[in-house]
């Protein structure tokens, strides 16, 4: 029992390793192009395209991952071909979003680095559900940490460090990343080219696109009004210190999923001794990640940010520690739906009291509303809880309104 724990822990441990390298990359990434090649300003204006590829490639995406991995899980030899199916499916939009970005007023040159950029993003996105099905977490780091090299080497190579630079940086990144993961999982899924697309695969998937949408645009909406209000350096600084606490909260999933499939079936009892749980550990780690983002950010970064920015950060942090074991449950409710609402209510939120707050405090006033729709959403969420009779969890209002079962 306690051999099969550790080596539970130490799947969950390497797995949460993978997630967490791609922000500590940015990270690393924006500390070359900002604080060591003093490129503030190209920072900024790289992060507008990259939100543009963010939103291209998460449409693209269309819940693949989740719904492979519950698909696979029905039918476990028939992986590649339900792998291969969803990719001929999602890749027949490819031109649409490569359309799109030919409008973004990119010269020649950078738009064939972006259309490469969100091609190879494309594909490596479609490899994150055979990673965690095989379990290739630790090959996947060590792709990771290549791909990182390649992205250093460009931002290191050019005199004149421009947009366009940091922009074919990350477009050679994606390369390596996709071109790697493409020769370690063909043969286990069997690539072919019959082009043979999954049927009903769009509306089957809908409902995990829309739960990631969702959760996309209620975490960053303020990163994207900053973009539209900010002038280029201020939103590379921005970028940064969001990224910051929002790897602090990344914590908060890395602490639930290892017991999602318990809190899908766990009565309230159980739920609520693990929610206070997981909200103690988590007011620990939200102390000593701000400590830490104080060093980051104030002492590696040199932004000199005062203490309203940690105290808006630590608030931004905490209700992640307080809602997500409840998402799960919601989940394990067959109400996924409602988890959608709450989300788009909090980007909603965010988006309006973001723009106004930006208006009045600059950058922090952005801050400020994700703090405000992160502390709804833990509310929302709390609220729609109720109690049968046998002790269980369900959550109040229709039951036909949900997207389904996990």
Sequence with gaps: MNSALIRRGRIVLVNATRHLMVPLENLGAAWLVVVFRDGAAQWGAFVGTQIVVGLMVHFLSWGNKDWLLRRAA?????????????????????PVALLIVLFQGHDPVTFVWVALWILAAFLVQSFDAPILITRRFKTAIAIEMVAFAAVVVVLMQPADLGASTVIRAWAVGALVRASLLLLTLIKRL????????????????????????????????????ANLFLDDPEVGRYQVIVNTFIMLQAGGAFLVVPFAKTLYRAKEAVVAAFARSVWLIGVGITGVGISGAWVLLNGIYHFGLGLPWFVLGALLVLPVFGY????????????ERAVVVISLVGAGVNLVVSVMLLKTFGAIGALMGSVVSQWLTLGLILIPWDHSSDGAVVCSGDSNSSFGSR
């Design 74 to 94: 029905e039918e476990p030899a028939a992986m590649g071909r339900l792998w291969q199916g969803a990719l001929w499916a999602r890749a027949r939009f490819l």
């Design 190 to 225: 069997g690539m072919g080219f019959g082009l043979v697309v999954e049927p009903r695969y769009f509306a089957a998937a809908a409902p995990f696109f829309l739960l990631g949408l969702s959760g996309m645009l209620q975490s960053k909406m303020d990163l994207y009004m």
């Design 324 to 335: 997500a074991p409840r998402v799960y449950r919601l989940f394990g409710a067959g109400r």
